[in-house]
């Protein structure tokens, strides 16, 4: 039987929680509802419930729990990393790439206030950062690096152990960006070249409102949200132990899948499958690296952006296409979720910056439409989709099924 979720194909923008995490969950809510900061046994019991969960984490993701931060999601997370840190430095340089995702950039504008340059690192026609750049650019006043692993909108994953290397080598801090990666392949962050890792729970099928920032353990960070001392001083604020087990919880699923499967996500053939069914319509192109090329760089397992056209070859609006798609019933993406809500131009465009960036021009920068799967995918539940976009790109309204 198809899930509930068939036709949902923008895991990207966020995931439906899965059923064991809302259990998870409602376990915690009845059980260890109070304030772990409580000297009571109603605390306690939060208390021991949280470091549970953090100690857990810290095994699924390959750290010690005090490493473990949690926050309201990523965009938190990279607040806290890269002002956080930064408040510890004297102002120096930050690099960042120039297909980050907006969090990073309003972050990064935080800091230019506070006496920091910000550097954005070009990408090439595949979103690949420029390396040979960034080494140059791995000199004072450089001290911190912030870089998104697998980019949101085009799905490049960047390498980031070379990168990491690099930073190592320069003894430049390096924060990444890990939204899209967690839950998609495993993760040993202690075995990383990266000093400070951001995710966000619900982008693995745990809670909205939940995310969390790794760090390496001798790493000086100032909190953004004083209070109460929680989270070892670093962030103030009672915390949300339901929302914290939620993750936990979705991170354990998420792990439990890429082990049976050697380590790869099994979404990954699918995503293909769909890829080659799309490609068969004229007027399509793939955007980011291409996944079964094996010379490729990586992509996001679960990951597909396209460039549309229309019969006359001349672009065509993505977010008409996401529009007129959940006429017929699928959810799709045309951008950056935080970014696709943004008013479009007077010609009904909006050019991604990400693909503009990318070099492509501003006509086909906004013909942009990504589909992003999950693990509640069946490879039926996408064989209808190739039909729906043709009728989606014709001229006049498509009929409502
Ligand atoms: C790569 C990336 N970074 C950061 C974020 C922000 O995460 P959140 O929505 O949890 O704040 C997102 C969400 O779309 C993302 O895709």
């Known amino acids: 039987m ?55 984490i810290g095994e699924l993701l390959g750290c010690a729990s005090h490493q473990v931060l949690f926050t309201s999601g990523g965009s938190e997370s990279i607040h806290t990393a890269l002002l956080g840190v930064a408040a510890a430095l004297p102002a120096g340089r930050l690099l960042i790439s120039a297909v980050e995702h907006p969090a990073t950039l309003a972050a990064s504008k ?23 750049l960034l080494e140059q650019l791995l000199v004072p006043p450089t001290r911190l690096v912030s870089l998104i692993w697998g980019q949101s909108e085009v799905g490049t994953v960047q390498p980031l152990q ?6 190592r080598a320069a003894g430049v801090l390096l924060h990444v960006d890990a939204v899209q990666v967690i839950g998609h392949q ?55 132990v339901a929302l914290v087990a ?44 291409d996944p079964r090329d094996l010379e490729a760089p990586e992509r996001l397992p679960h990951h597909l952006s396209l460039l549309l056209a229309g019969p006359d070859g001349q672009p065509i609006s993505g977010r008409r296409l996401v529009r007129n798609l959940w006429q017929q019933g699928y959810a799709v993406g045309s951008g950056s979720a935080c970014s696709s809500g943004q008013a479009a131009s007077p010609a009904g465009l909006t050019p991604s910056p990400i693909l503009l960036a990318m070099g492509y021009t501003s006509a086909v920068a906004a013909s942009g439409l990504r589909f992003s799967l999950g693990p509640w995918h069946r490879a039926t539940d996408l064989t209808g989709v190739g039909a729906a976009l043709e009728r989606a790109r014709q001229p006049s309204p498509p009929r409502v099924i």
């Open 2 to 56: 198809a899930s509930c979720w068939a036709n949902y194909l923008d895991a990207c923008a966020t995931t439906p929680p899965a059923p064991e995490v809302l259990e998870a969950m409602a376990a915690v809510h009845a059980g260890a509802w109070a304030n772990p900061s409580s000297l009571h046994g109603f605390g306690l019991a939060a208390a021991e419930q949280l470091e549970r969960c953090r100690q857990r």
């Open 246 to 289: 939620g993750l936990t919880r979705a991170l354990e699923l998420c792990t439990d899948r890429l082990v049976a499967h050697g380590g790869s996500d099994p979404v990954g053939p699918l995503r293909n499958a769909l890829l080659e069914q799309l490609l068969q319509l004229g007027g399509v192109s793939l955007s980011g690296p």
């Open 162 to 167: 070379a990168i990491g290397r690099k930073c």
């Open 110 to 132: 935080q800091l230019q206030s506070r006496g920091w340059q910000v550097e954005r690192l070009p990408v090439d026609g595949l979103g690949l950062v420029d390396q040979q």
């Open 186 to 240: 495993q993760l040993n962050f202690n075995a990383l070249p990266v000093d400070l890792l951001s995710l966000a729970g619900h982008k693995l099928q745990g809670p909205r409102g939940i995310g969390a920032l790794l760090l390496r353990p001798d790493l000086q960070l100032s909190p953004l949200i004083g209070g109460g001392g929680q989270e070892a001083g670093r962030r103030g604020g009672t915390e949300p």
